[in-house]
């Protein structure tokens, strides 16, 4: 597969609006491919999944690898976030 056909999996829920909230998903995303090997599914199937089966299929980097520490796995679990009020406001923070 090309590496342009997993772009949407780096895109925030509000995929065509750039803020520094969603400018900050698209990197935790990429970390978390980095950390786990495992390309997170895109935000709006992450949000159906959500609506159908009450949970997030993206599971916490550290319950994929072991041996990512728990801050870590936090840190891109907040910057994935589907809910814009939890992200980071800066990438400073991340």
């Known amino acids: 597969m090309s590496a342009g056909s997993y772009s949407s999996s780096y895109r925030a829920p509000k995929q065509y609006g750039i803020d520094k909230q969603t400018d900050?998903?698209?990197?935790?995303?990429?970390?978390?491919?980095?950390?786990?090997?495992?390309?997170?599914?895109?935000?709006?199937?992450?949000?159906?999944?959500?609506d159908n089966e009450g949970s997030d299929p993206v599971q916490p980097a550290h319950e994929m690898v072991a041996t990512v520490p728990v801050h870590v796995a936090e840190a891109t679990q907040r910057a994935m976030s589907l809910d814009a009020w939890e992200h980071f406001s800066a990438a400073e923070q991340l």
């Open 24 to 50: 900050i998903y698209g990197p935790g995303a990429v970390f978390y491919t980095l950390i786990t090997g495992i390309v997170p599914a895109d935000a709006p199937s992450r949000l159906a999944h959500m």
